[in-house]
């Protein structure tokens, strides 16, 4: 039986763009939900979790699947719901934000000398290789946005969400949370290539340090690092996903916007 919450008029849902979002439950991914929300774009999303009550109500939010992206099976179980939600219509921008960066027994971050080899292969299997598995099974949707035909601006988009730590060594941030990201920042500017002969643009948004609740008080002296000496807001990054989904940014594939306050140019 399908695990999937589906809010009511799917038929009125379906006249709008689409979105599919990954990690939705919280932090940047919930926020991101609420401003494709806003901007009046169908919604479905996956996550560990069930969708908080207060998004159920969201008449927007169109479709929940709970999903473990560690899990291929999973993953591919994700694919197949979502594309008979949409019923063989067009989706207009798949954004990846699921990500994990576990800690050791020991609570320590995961790096090169502490933990196991298997623990480095779950972090990849999240935060690498779901986003190239879901890239690949929604690439003919993606293709048959409305905006690639006729030369519009409005081409479907692929939006990897990154990080500040696959650019420059963090503090927090273990090694292999880090070279996934480094990868996925790679991974990117392939397949905005690639990509770009079906009409879908490929790009990436890199966080810094973004005030959610993974964020304790040992963030608090890293502000001191950053030009603008406050940390983001999730609403912020959201802002920066959306934009690169919309006919504005019709002309940016390939690119990375650091969402970072300037603590990248350090």
Not at 1 to 14: D, F, H, Q
Not at 37 to 43: A, V
Not at 122 to 144: D, I, K, T, W
Request: hydrophobic share 40%; with cysteine.
């Amino acid at each position: 039986m399908l695990r999937v919450i589906i809010a009511y008029l799917w038929p009125m849902a379906k006249q709008r763009r689409t979105v599919i979002l990954t990690g939705a439950s919280r932090g940047i991914g919930h926020a991101t939900v609420k401003r494709f929300s806003d901007e009046g774009w169908s919604i479905i999303t996956c996550s560990r979790d069930a969708v908080p009550e207060h998004c159920k109500r969201d008449p927007n939010w169109t479709m929940h699947i709970p999903t473990d992206l560690g899990d291929p099976a999973s993953v591919d179980l994700f694919i197949e719901q979502a594309l008979a939600g949409l019923q063989g219509g067009p989706l207009d921008a798949l954004v990846n934000n699921a990500a994990v960066s576990p800690k050791t027994e020991f609570k320590e971050r995961l790096g090169c000398l502490n933990g196991t080899l298997d623990r480095w292969r779950e972090v990849f299997e999240l935060n690498f290789f779901s986003p190239l598995v879901l890239a690949r099974g929604f690439a003919s949707a993606l293709a048959r946005s409305p905006g690639r035909h006729g030369g519009q601006s409005e081409s479907a988009a692929i939006v990897n969400i990154t990080s500040i730590a696959g650019h420059a060594i963090h503090p927090f941030a273990g090694s292999a949370y880090s070279t996934s990201k480094a990868a996925l920042s790679a991974l990117t500017r392939e397949m905005a290539v690639e990509f770009a002969e079906l009409g879908v643009r490929v790009n990436a948004v890199a966080p810094g340090e973004i005030e959610t609740e993974m964020i304790g008080e040992e963030y608090e002296p890293l502000i001191n690092r950053i030009p603008m000496r406050r940390m983001g807001t999730p609403e912020e990054v959201a802002a920066t996903v959306y934009q690169l989904c919309n006919a504005d940014f019709g002309y940016v594939t390939g690119s990375e916007i650091f969402v970072t306050g300037g603590q990248h140019l350090y």
